[in-house]
T-cell receptor, first 113, second 112 residues
Framework: QKEVEQDPGPLSVPEGAIVSLNCTYS??????FMWYRQYSRKGPELLMY????GNKEDGRFTAQVDKSSKYISLFIRDSQPSDSATYLC?????????????FGKGTLLTVNP | DSGVTQTPKHLITATGQRVTLRCSPR?????VYWYQQSLDQGLQFLIQ???????AKGNILERFSAQQFPDLHSELNLSSLELGDSALYFC???????????FGSGTRLTVV
């Protein structure tokens, strides 16, 4: 079983839709959870960062962590064509300056005008 | 501009050759991470350096090596290249676990 599982999609939605992206993980030591957005042929950019279970909201984006189920989600409200990208979940164990992020394989999202 | 600089952006080379990829981390970040991204494997962790010292190793082949210099820039050396080494190679830097990673724009390596 891979440490982090992410549905690769692809996911295609109309503009304005609510998008739900999900990852599951097996390592109960993971404490930091992140979502990265990667446009084609670009480097991933940090979108959301959470530490504990619960929800974190930033504009149209909401990150949700359920440590008991080892499940994290990213919701995008009122999706826009500019949201079309690959979304990667990532997580790490505590480690101060020595920490390694483990990534999901990414979900390719297309938002159609 | 993320603050992490990677050069070159593109590299085409023949099998059996050796190449060096360069990364300058974001100002103030002591940690540098190298990742390989291919279509079927996703982002795979290769190696981490912290302030000049190797701190963690991932799925890095013996043909690959890296180092971090006193000015904190890092180089990833890939030798005896094979067709399967064709991929995007990303460098990321971090100031600590609470910062997340900041990625460079990557080097696209094509081995022919």
């Amino acid at each position: 079983q891979k440490e982090v599982e992410q549905d690769p999609g692809p996911l295609s939605v109309p503009e304005g839709a609510i998008v739900s992206l999900n990852c599951t993980y097996s390592n109960s030591a993971f404490q930091y959870f992140m979502w990265y957005r990667q446009y084609s042929r670009k480097g991933p950019e940090l979108l959301m960062y959470t530490y504990s279970s619960g929800n974190k909201e930033d504009g149209r984006f909401t990150a949700q962590v359920d440590k008991s189920s080892k499940y994290i989600s990213l919701f995008i409200r009122d999706s826009q064509p500019s949201d079309s990208a690959t979304y990667l979940c990532a997580m790490s164990e505590p480690g101060g300056s020595n920490y390694k992020l483990t990534f999901g394989k990414g979900t390719l999202l297309t938002v159609n005008p | 501009d993320s603050g992490v600089t990677q050069t070159p952006k593109h590299l085409i080379t023949a099998t059996g050759q050796r190449v060096t990829l360069r990364c300058s981390p974001r100002s103030g970040d002591l940690s540098v991470y190298w990742y390989q991204q291919s279509l079927d494997q996703g982002l795979q962790f290769l190696i981490q350096y912290y302030n000049g010292e190797e701190r963690a190793k991932g799925n890095i082949l013996e043909r690959f090596s890296a180092q971090q210099f006193p000015d904190l820039h890092s180089e990833l050396n890939l030798s005896s290249l094979e067709l399967g080494d064709s991929a995007l190679y990303f460098c990321a830097s971090s100031g600590g676990a609470a910062d997340g990673y900041t990625f460079g724009s990557g080097t696209r390596l094509t081995v022919v």
